[in-house]
């Protein structure tokens, strides 16, 4: 049987959801990987960058263009040895700046993603995907892709309680659960 991989880095704390700043015990990409989980099964990782964002959501999205246009690779806290156990890889983040926050590039650009599928889903409060699936194909040497998933993030975070607010949170899960399934039941 196949083994699954869910990479995710989320922001917890203030974050700019359905036009305003809200406080967030969990976030939304975070919950989303939970999602992934729960459809298919799988090991969840972690990003956590050595020296956290600002908790000010204005701040921290300054330190992220910052960062983008200096390139950089903070430090994180833990790296994935290797990736070998693993057949299928889902990579999961929100979109700063059109693409996934830099430490999700300092995990990757050091793993071997030779023969793995890869997909990714993208949390967003407007912009999609951005430009995330080609800077993935740029790092992810080796590896095959499936299908990416953009979902909104306000979505998300009000799918982490589904029973209370339903609708466009039911819906979201029910994305991720169809695109999570069908990319893993796809060969090459």
Request: glycine share 10%; charged share 25%.
């Given at each position: 049987?196949?083994?699954?991989?869910?990479?995710?880095?989320?922001?917890?704390?203030?974050?700019?959801?359905?036009?305003?700043?809200?406080?967030?015990?969990?976030?939304?990409?975070?919950?989303?990987?939970?999602?992934?989980?729960?459809?298919?099964?799988?090991?969840?990782?972690?990003?956590?960058?050595?020296?956290?964002?600002?908790e000010d959501y204005q701040t921290c999205?300054?330190?992220?263009?910052?960062?983008?246009?200096?390139?950089?690779?903070?430090?994180?806290?833990?790296?994935?040895?290797?990736?070998?156990?693993?057949?299928?890889?889902?990579?999961?983040?929100?979109?700063?700046?059109?693409?996934?926050?830099?430490?999700?590039?300092?995990?990757?650009?050091?793993?071997?993603?030779?023969g793995k599928k890869v997909m990714a889903?993208?949390?967003?409060?407007?912009?999609?995907?951005?430009?995330?699936?080609?800077?993935?194909?740029?790092?992810?040497?080796?590896?095959?892709?499936?299908?990416?998933?953009?979902?909104?993030?306000?979505?998300?975070?009000?799918?982490?309680?589904?029973?209370?607010?339903?609708?466009?949170?039911?819906?979201?899960?029910?994305?991720?659960?169809?695109?999570?399934?069908?990319?893993?039941?796809?060969?090459?």
């Amino acid at each position: 049987m196949a083994k699954n991989l869910i990479i995710y880095y989320s922001r917890k704390g203030q974050n700019y959801v359905n036009g305003s700043i809200k406080d967030l015990k969990k976030g939304n990409s975070e919950i989303c990987a939970e999602f992934i989980q729960d459809s298919v099964g799988g090991d969840l990782f972690e990003i956590k960058p050595v020296n956290d964002y600002s908790e000010d959501y204005q701040t921290c999205t300054k330190e992220a263009a910052k960062e983008l246009k200096n390139h950089a690779r903070p430090e994180l806290k833990q790296y994935l040895k290797d990736i070998d156990a693993y057949d299928h890889v889902f990579i999961c983040g929100p979109c700063w700046w059109g693409t996934f926050p830099m430490p999700v590039f300092s995990l990757l650009e050091k793993l071997d993603f030779t023969g793995k599928k890869v997909m990714a889903l993208m949390t967003h409060e407007g912009s999609g995907l951005g430009h995330s699936e080609l800077d993935l194909r740029k790092v992810c040497k080796g590896a095959y892709f499936g299908n990416s998933i953009a979902i909104h993030g306000g979505d998300a975070y009000f799918g982490n309680s589904i029973a209370i607010h339903g609708g466009d949170a039911l819906e979201a899960y029910k994305a991720i659960e169809i695109w999570a399934k069908q990319n893993i039941s796809d060969e090459k």
